[in-house]
C-alpha cells in the first residue's frame, strides 16, 4: 500500500515540511512518482513514521529518535527505551519537589489570609543558613561569599532569602541578610556547596506568617517574638529568622513583602 504525504501529514499532524526533513535526515525513505510531484511511503514507512511519532510523544529528541533507522537490535531498543523511562522517573522527581514546594507556600499564604492568625508551634528537621552580611552594610554583603552564594541563588524557590534577628529575647540588637533552605533541600541539592552554611537544629519553632510594607521593621519584629515568650511561656534555644514567602507591588502601590517568622522554642 502507498501513502501520500499529504494524507500522512494530515493524519499525524505533521505538516510535509517536517515530513521532508524526516527524509532530508534519512528517517524516512520517500517514494517519487515519475510525471507528477507526489510523494508517497511504503507500509514500512507508514510503520516508521508512526514510530517516530510515538517516540517524540514519549520526550525522545529527533536525534534520539533516530535510531529507528539505525542498524540496530531489539536489545538497543530495549536501552533505549528504558533509558528514557529514567529520564521521566527523574523528572516527575522534580516535579514533585516543585509541588510540595508550592503547597508549602501556599499553606503559609493561607495562614496569612485566617483572622487573627498567630503563632503556632511547628516540628522541622532543621535549617541551613549561608549568611551574607549585615543588611545595611554593603561593603560587608557577600564579601568573600559569592562563589557560594551563587549555588543558593539558582535553586531559588525551594531555597529563599532571610533575616536572622540578633535577638536577645526582650528585643533585637542587631540583623542580617542571608539565604536559607530546609535541611532535605539542602541534602539534595546543595550539599557540595555548604561552604561556611551554618546548621540550625531541627525541633520545635513558633511560626507567624507576617506582612510587612517596604523594609522590615526589626524592632517590629522583636516585638512579635517577646510577647509571644511571654504569653505562652516557651524558652528560646536560639535565634529567630524569616523565611520569604513572596514580594510584590499591591493596589496602593505598597511594596510588600510576605514572610515566615520562625522562632526556636524548646
Known amino acids: 500500500m502507498k501513502y ?17 526533513h524526516y ?4 528517517l524516512l525513505e520517500v517514494d517519487r512518482h515519475e510525471g507528477n510531484a507526489y510523494r508517497s511511503y511504503d507500509d514500512y514507512g507508514f510503520q516508521r513514521l508512526g514510530t517516530i511519532r510515538k517516540l517524540r510523544n514519549a520526550g525522545f529528541s529527533l536525534k534520539d529518535s533516530a535510531f529507528v533507522y539505525g542498524r540496530i537490535g531489539e536489545r538497543d531498543v530495549y536501552e ?15 516535579q514533585q519537589r516543585v509541588v510540595d514546594q508550592l503547597e508549602a507556600y501556599l499553606d503559609q499564604l493561607e495562614r ?4 487573627d492568625e498567630g503563632f503556632k508551634v511547628l516540628e522541622y528537621d532543621g535549617f541551613h543558613r549561608l549568611d551574607l552580611g549585615r543588611a545595611d552594610d ?3 554583603l557577600l564579601e568573600g561569599r559569592e562563589r557560594s552564594a551563587a549555588a543558593w541563588f539558582r535553586q531559588l524557590f525551594f531555597t529563599t532569602t532571610s533575616i536572622l534577628l540578633d535577638f536577645d529575647g526582650l528585643e533585637v540588637r542587631d540583623y542580617s541578610m542571608g539565604v536559607i533552605a530546609e535541611r532535605s533541600v539542602f541534602l539534595s541539592l546543595l ?44 524558652r528560646l534555644r536560639g535565634k529567630p529568622f524569616t523565611r520569604l514567602v513572596t514580594s510584590f507591588r499591591d493596589h496602593e502601590d505598597n511594596k510588600v513583602n510576605i514572610v515566615e517568622l520562625l522562632i526556636p522554642i524548646e
Do not use: W
Not at 496569612?112 to 483572622?115: E, H, R, S, T, V
Open 4 to 20: 501520500h504525504v499529504g494524507k500522512l501529514s494530515s493524519l499525524f499532524g505533521i505538516s510535509a515540511q517536517t515530513l521532508h
Open 80 to 94: 533505549k527505551y528504558k533509558k528514557r523511562k529514567r529520564e521521566v522517573q527523574a523528572h516527575i522527581r522534580e
Open 138 to 140: 554593603a561593603t560587608t
Open 23 to 26: 527524509e532530508k535526515l534519512g
Open 112 to 115: 496569612l489570609l485566617l483572622p
Open 191 to 234: 550539599r557540595a556547596r555548604d561552604d561556611g552554611a551554618e546548621f540550625i537544629p531541627g525541633g520545635a519553632f513558633a511560626s507567624r506568617v507576617v506582612k510587612y510594607h517596604n523594609t522590615m521593621d526589626p524592632g517590629a519584629m522583636g516585638r512579635l517574638c517577646a510577647d509571644h515568650l511571654a504569653e505562652s511561656g516557651q
